[in-house]
């Protein structure tokens, strides 16, 4: 098992397909940095708007926590696609190049081959998610300096201790890793039905758009169903930078608001993965290879 | 754990189906490949071939029936039974964007053993490819990822090759040198080896056993010997005026032995002996000739077989 895991991860990083998310990440991290770092006076003047007759805020706002919120906001809804890049041609592609039928003559187990190309897509997807910790906290960080974080929510605002705010970043990204897990397990299970890649990452992408909006939208049929979808609880890393309050209305320093809800997001997405690698396992044993 | 030993008996099926919906593949095929032997299976496009040939290496589940290999049941010790399996499916696909020698290592890997490059490289210069073991596949042509699929086939060195249509998309001299592989690896390396070819000539030159299916059944099955009796014999006429000469034979004693014409040739099945007395005839009756050419070619009977000429199950098992 883990040789062919160390197989499979030399194939994904030898192909030059896999840098493409990389550098697609840097581009974008690299253009919001750069056209904050230029006009983020204008950027933040605009976001203050409605707070700016209500109270002055002393400090930096957009400091490298900030910038690195804007990011994550931004890019987790474009992430799928890069990771369905992989996820969805693990099996499919193999399938569209010919080799899976030599790979399935060689003395493995069907299961030890689906969970070796399953963590190779979950390893990729920890690295670029890491990636993205580098170049969108890390560098924003570098680049914008520190301070405390400055959060508009709907109906109120949020100001997070700047030494309060490095773990919840850690646990927004673990969050995060799992939403970015279940893509790509949808990814992969989708890689099943077809035998080229294109299909495959289309339909995963697809599904993540209907979700979603199915997700966004309030309305009573569709309400039924949310809690069951994946996509609703893939924003979920938002709840690591609320927190709790005492009776003074002060933040309690280390405080999750609302951590059940964190950990039933988890959960149902831990059951989303489950559920797409095991029909993925189950599928791949069963089926006829006529490619 | 490696289960081979010397045995007469490789490979075993019996009474094995593969029915996809409504369309049965292999309907109740039997056969059995003797150790040593270079067993030709031969079919129409749409016999059976791939499905039986992937059945025996574990990518397509049978409906029903049973196969052994090596004395083992395949279904329940696949690891170890395809641990002694080299195999070419159709096209040799391997990973383009990587170089031969890397190839061959991952599937090395895969297949159990732990590849040195002293192992690598002679596996290459066996098929060829040496000089090129460094190039990325994408650039290699046709005939050379054919002799990379079949050294990444034998890089493990297994007791049983299966070639599934091995020759395909090769020039002449690319199948004459996958003929000449596949003689070595029987004659001198004592291989076992099941060939499928659409090319009987490829065929007829190496098997020393020929299995010929037709929608998914068994037609014939036996040696080169037995299939080609020697003293039976198609006798290809070449004459000035096909009409007279047919009239000739219809008058003859041998106007049940006419079969139907091929490519404007007289076609006539004789007994050897027969060819003289009959050639005689012919002159005596005035009917110029042009040539005369017994044939007993894998294609001729292949043909016959194929088109019900030929008893099912004279030679069958």
């Not at chain 2, 045995?7 to 409504?22: A, C, G």
Request: hydrophobic share 50%; with cysteine.
């Amino acid at each position: 098992m883990w040789e062919h895991l160390q197989i499979e991860l030399y194939k994904v990083f030898k192909r030059p397909r896999t840098y493409l998310s990389f550098a697609a990440i840097t581009a974008l991290i690299g253009v919001i940095q750069l056209g904050l770092l230029v006009d983020g006076k204008e950027y933040a003047d605009f976001v203050m708007a409605d707070f700016a007759n209500s109270f002055s805020v002393d400090g930096k706002i957009l400091n490298g926590y900030f910038i690195c919120y804007v990011i994550l906001q931004l890019l987790l809804v474009h992430v799928p696609l890069l990771i369905a890049l992989i996820a969805a041609d693990m099996i499919s592609g193999e399938a569209n190049m010919g080799t899976l039928r030599i790979l399935l003559t060689k003395p493995q187990s069907r299961t030890a081959i689906v969970m070796a190309k399953f963590i190779a897509s979950v390893i990729y997807t920890l690295l670029l998610l890491i990636w993205i910790a580098i170049m969108g906290l890390f560098l924003s960080m570098l680049i914008f300096g520190t301070d405390d974080l400055f959060l508009m929510k709907s109906s109120y605002v949020v100001i997070v201790k700047e030494s309060d705010v490095f773990w919840r970043y850690a646990g927004a990204f673990c969050f995060a890793a799992l939403a970015m897990i279940t893509v790509a397990a949808l990814g992969f299970f989708l890689s099943f039905f077809a035998e080229n890649s294109i299909g495959p990452i289309v339909a995963t992408m697809s599904v993540i758009i209907v979700c979603t909006i199915l997700s966004t939208m309030n309305i009573p049929l569709f309400n039924l169903i949310k809690p069951y979808l994946f996509t609703t609880h893939m924003i979920t890393w938002k709840e690591f930078f609320d927190f709790k309050v005492n009776d003074a209305n002060e933040a309690i320093i280390g405080s999750i608001q609302y951590p059940d809800k964190i950990i039933r997001s988890a959960t149902v997405l831990a059951v989303h993965i489950v559920l797409f690698v095991g029909s993925a396992v189950w599928l791949f044993r069963k089926k006829d290879i006529l490619s | 754990m490696l289960l081979y030993k010397p045995m007469q008996q490789i490979v075993k099926v019996s009474q094995l189906t593969k029915q996809f919906n409504s369309l049965t593949a292999v309907n109740q095929l039997s056969f059995s490949v003797e150790s040593g032997d270079v067993y030709g299976f031969l079919g129409q496009n749409g016999a059976g071939k791939s499905t039986t040939i992937r059945m025996l290496l574990t990518l397509i589940t049978p409906t029903s029936g049973e196969i052994s290999i090596f004395g083992y049941d395949l279904n329940k010790h696949r690891k170890e039974i395809l641990q002694q399996i080299g195999a070419v499916i159709e096209k040799p696909d391997v990973y383009k964007y990587l170089s031969a020698y890397e190839n061959l290592k991952l599937f090395a890997k895969l297949s159990g053993v732990k590849p040195t490059n002293k192992m690598l490289m002679d596996q290459l210069e066996m098929v060829g490819l040496a000089s090129r073991a460094h190039d990325t596949v994408k650039t290699f042509s046709q005939g050379m990822k054919q002799r990379l699929g079949i050294g990444i086939a034998l890089v493990h060195n297994p007791q049983l090759i299966i070639l599934d249509e091995p020759t395909n998309g090769l020039d002449p001299q690319g199948i004459a040198d996958i003929r000449n592989l596949i003689l070595i690896l029987s004659r001198e390396m004592k291989k076992t080896v099941i060939v499928s070819s659409h090319l009987l000539n490829e065929i007829e030159q190496i098997a020393t056993r020929i299995l010929i299916i037709d929608k998914g059944r068994k037609l014939v099955e036996g040696t080169s010997a037995e299939l080609f009796n020697d003293q039976q014999t198609i006798l290809q006429i070449s004459v000035a005026n096909n009409d007279i000469a047919i009239q000739t034979i219809q008058a003859s004693n041998w106007a049940s032995n006419l079969l139907p014409e091929r490519d404007g040739h007289i076609m006539v099945g004789l007994n050897k002996e027969d060819i003289p007395n009959f050639n005689r005839m012919l002159a005596a009756s005035g009917v110029d000739i042009y040539s005369l050419q017994a044939r007993h070619s894998l294609e001729d009977y292949f043909l016959q077989v194929t088109a019900g000429k030929q008893h099912v199950g004279t030679f069958t098992n």
